[in-house]
């Protein structure tokens, strides 16, 4: 048996970060697995359609290197692959339940079915269908339809239990007196969610269906249809929720919950395909960094948690920094000119800024502020600082440093560090004491990029003059 994953979004907006996973994970399996992965875009539910999604939704999946075997643009014999092209198939699926008696119209005005929900809201009953139209013979029924609009339901079972085995969740059972009678097709020849996804994984022989817990109350319904068309169903893995810090559901109130949010703030592809693919399952052990082909070899679809994974942006935010310290020094270039932003750093000094930065990063939409250090003078250094300056051992080093520079013919960031070791030969000053009065001298902060790369963008010169700046009771003309 091949095994067939999809991944099945409706284009109604942004690409969640939890719709992410869900493909990812999907993605992973098959690949895995040796299967296919396919990509179908559920746009029958026409009032929710945003003009716009499905391509932002493509440009996602590319850019983060999930790629799908067939789907939009990927066109074969089981396509095609938006539900909306693919209408005379329900219809004619529907007409099957129809006559086996399995389904049923029902005429029920949205008045009607409005106030059968607001009395059952204040008899504080579970609200649902009444089934006022299930019981119609099939010809009243077919009379009624030549005259009346329909929506046509699923007779759903009214007594016992829906038992079912969930990959995640175990063994899991829901009554039947749980289950509305779900409509299937509404009044406007399109199917619902329920009908048009168990049809189409049928007819497309999906085998796994991985997706969203909040789909887990639905599958008796499916279940129900697959037994009704006398298929058999896929496998199911209900995966848990992605949550807030105080384990609410993550939602776009409390912070960033879209795939383009994070990659337009600087994210990695890679670095948010491996922390997504970590809420929820973990290979075990002490690392945390996995390319995509590891997560693959290592994905076990049977030790995803049933508990819901907190997205915890400081982790992401580590990882994001871990990856960006990885790249390799022209793709790291390469990638950090993109992001400069309004940041009037000296062009033919750019990459040794850029270098600079790098290893302070948590995200490439930091590189305009990183790079303020090397635009104008020094900040004011705050008390902290001050007070390190003022220590003899600081101004005993950088006059040290001052001395040493001024018999060199310019200044690299590799022969920054050979000074530095030359000031400690000289005074015994080392470690923090004397690599902190030096990077307070040249850039009034206490912490920031690489110092050895700011030494060489500031050059030789202007080094000598910020240390001089610093040293109590110098001037400019005692180095020369």
Same mark, same amino acid.
């Given at each position: 048996?091949?095994?067939?994953?999809?991944?099945?979004?409706?284009?109604?907006?942004?690409?969640?970060?939890?719709?992410?996973?869900?493909?990812?994970?999907?993605?992973?399996?098959?690949?895995?697995?040796?299967?296919?992965?396919?990509?179908?875009?559920?746009?029958?539910?026409?009032?929710?359609?945003? &003009?716009?999604?499905?391509?932002?939704?493509?440009?996602?999946?590319?850019?983060?290197?999930?790629?799908?075997?067939?789907?939009?643009?990927?066109?074969?014999?089981?396509?095609?692959?938006?539900?909306?092209?693919?209408?005379?198939?329900?219809?004619?699926?529907?007409?099957?339940?129809?006559?086996?008696?399995?389904?049923?119209?029902?005429?029920?005005?949205?008045?009607?079915?409005?106030?059968?929900?607001?009395?059952?809201?204040?008899?504080? =009953?579970?609200?649902?269908?009444?089934?006022?139209?299930?019981?119609?013979?099939?010809? &009243?029924?077919?009379?009624?339809?030549?005259? #009346?609009?329909?929506?046509?339901?699923?007779?759903?079972?009214?007594?016992?239990?829906?038992?079912?085995?969930?990959? =995640?969740?175990?063994?899991?059972?829901?009554?039947?007196?749980?289950?509305?009678?779900?409509?299937?097709?509404?009044?406007?020849?399109?199917?619902?969610?329920?009908?048009?996804?168990?049809?189409?994984?049928?007819?497309?022989? =999906?085998?796994?269906?991985?997706?969203?817990?909040?789909?887990?109350?639905?599958?008796?319904?499916?279940?129900?249809?697959?037994?009704?068309?006398?298929?058999?169903?896929?496998?199911?893995?209900?995966?848990?929720?992605?949550?807030?810090?105080?384990?609410?559901?993550?939602?776009?109130?409390?912070?960033?919950?879209?795939?383009?949010?994070?990659?337009?703030?600087?994210?990695?592809?890679?670095?948010?395909?491996?922390?997504?693919?970590?809420?929820?399952?973990?290979?075990?052990?002490?690392?945390?960094?996995?390319?995509?082909?590891?997560?693959?070899?290592?994905?076990?679809?049977?030790?995803?948690?049933?508990?819901?994974?907190?997205?915890?942006?400081?982790?992401?935010?580590?990882?994001?920094?871990?990856?960006?310290?990885?790249?390799?020094?022209?793709?790291?270039?390469?990638?950090?000119?993109?992001?400069?932003?309004?940041?009037?750093?000296?062009?033919?000094?750019?990459?040794?800024?850029?270098?600079?930065?790098?290893?302070?990063?948590?995200?490439?939409?930091?590189?305009? &502020?990183?790079?303020?250090?090397?635009?104008?003078?020094?900040?004011?250094?705050?008390?902290?600082?001050?007070?390190?300056?003022?220590?003899?051992?600081?101004?005993?080093?950088?006059?040290?440093?001052?001395?040493?520079?001024?018999?060199?013919?310019?200044?690299?960031?590799?022969?920054?560090?050979?000074?530095?070791?030359?000031?400690?030969?000289?005074?015994?000053?080392?470690?923090?004491?004397?690599?902190?009065?030096?990077?307070?001298?040249?850039?009034?902060?206490?912490?920031?990029?690489?110092?050895?790369?700011?030494?060489?963008?500031?050059?030789? #010169?202007?080094?000598?003059?910020?240390?001089?700046?610093?040293?109590?009771?110098?001037?400019?003309?005692?180095?020369?």
């Amino acid at each position: 048996m091949t095994v067939v994953t999809r991944f099945a979004p409706s284009p109604t907006g942004f690409v969640h970060v939890g719709s992410h996973r869900t493909a990812l994970y999907n993605y992973i399996f098959a690949r895995q697995q040796g299967g296919r992965f396919i990509l179908r875009i559920e746009d029958t539910d026409q009032n929710r359609y945003v &003009e716009g999604a499905v391509e932002n939704l493509l440009s996602s999946l590319s850019r983060l290197g999930v790629s799908y075997d067939a789907g939009p643009g990927k066109e074969d014999a089981f396509g095609p692959y938006f539900q909306s092209e693919r209408l005379s198939l329900y219809r004619r699926e529907v007409e099957k339940l129809l006559a086996s008696g399995h389904a049923y119209r029902c005429f029920c005005s949205a008045e009607r079915l409005e106030a059968v929900r607001n009395e059952q809201l204040e008899q504080q =009953v579970p609200t649902g269908y009444d089934g006022a139209c299930r019981g119609l013979t099939r010809e &009243e029924s077919d009379r009624r339809a030549r005259d #009346e609009a329909f929506v046509i339901r699923l007779k759903v079972p009214r007594e016992g239990m829906c038992a079912f085995h969930d990959i =995640v969740r175990g063994d899991v059972e829901i009554a039947w007196s749980q289950i509305d009678d779900q409509v299937l097709m509404k009044s406007d020849g399109f199917p619902t969610y329920h009908l048009a996804n168990v049809v189409d994984d049928h007819y497309m022989e =999906v085998t796994h269906i991985i997706r969203g817990e909040e789909w887990l109350p639905s599958v008796p319904k499916h279940l129900y249809l697959y037994e009704s068309f006398g298929w058999k169903a896929p496998h199911m893995a209900h995966l848990p929720l992605l949550l807030n810090p105080d384990r609410s559901k993550l939602s776009k109130r409390q912070g960033d919950v879209a795939v383009e949010d994070y990659l337009k703030k600087g994210y990695l592809p890679d670095a948010l395909n491996n922390f997504l693919a970590l809420m929820g399952w973990n290979p075990g052990g002490k690392n945390e960094i996995y390319t995509l082909d590891e997560l693959i070899a290592a994905f076990d679809i049977n030790k995803i948690t049933k508990s819901g994974a907190v997205f915890d942006v400081q982790k992401l935010n580590w990882m994001n920094g871990q990856y960006i310290k990885t790249l390799d020094t022209a793709e790291y270039l390469r990638e950090a000119r993109n992001w400069l932003g309004t940041a009037s750093v000296n062009e033919a000094r750019l990459d040794t800024a850029l270098l600079a930065v790098k290893t302070s990063l948590l995200t490439l939409n930091e590189i305009p &502020e990183k790079l303020a250090v090397f635009i104008g003078d020094p900040a004011e250094p705050e008390p902290e600082a001050a007070e390190m300056l003022a220590l003899d051992s600081s101004q005993t080093a950088l006059e040290a440093y001052a001395e040493l520079l001024a018999d060199l013919p310019g200044l690299t960031a590799e022969g920054f560090k050979d000074v530095m070791s030359a000031v400690q030969t000289r005074t015994g000053i080392k470690g923090k004491m004397l690599w902190m009065p030096v990077r307070i001298a040249l850039t009034g902060m206490m912490h920031g990029p690489e110092l050895g790369y700011i030494a060489e963008y500031l050059g030789k #010169e202007e080094n000598i003059r910020r240390v001089l700046d610093r040293i109590e009771g110098r001037q400019d003309n005692r180095i020369n």
